[in-house]
């Protein structure tokens, strides 16, 4: 379909749910099947607190969004937290973000509201996270992702 592709640095990075496989590199060659004037979203799900050690992901969304806006579509960057932690993200980083173009947007608790003594160590938390995405009913459609995902493009 000429989406995806060699071009990336590593050769085991992406996975289909069962096996290496190619990764998605053309963001340009897939933005351009959008229907015209489609509002979309790069989600980023972040958990804990992001580091620096989590900014060269969040600079990949940025490089992603520029090829989709140079093949003509609207894409807009969402760094989407629990409200917990987007009220003590440093300023700093903050700023880091908004550098890279992404708009914040605070969920009251990633876990469902009946999971109380759930280990915030398990997994399935970043999984409950992205499940918020569903109410981003202003954009029509969006890409989610968490903060393992490295998108080149």
Known sequence: SGLFGT???????CNDGERWAPCLTKVDACARRAPPGAKL????AQLTEPTDADLPYAEGFKEAAASARAAGQEV???????AAVA???P????DRFTELGFE???????????SSGVDR???GAQDFLKLHAVNLTQYDAVGVFDQAAELQG
């Open 121 to 123: 160590g398990w997994c």
């Open 41 to 44: 979203a790069l989600v980023l």
């Open 76 to 82: 807009s960057l969402v760094l989407l937290m629990e």
């Open 7 to 13: 071009g990336q640095h590593c050769t085991e990075c």
């Open 104 to 114: 914040v947007v605070a969920v009251p608790s990633a876990l469902p509201s009946k």
């Open 87 to 89: 009220e003590h993200l």
């Open 91 to 94: 300023d700093d980083m903050a």
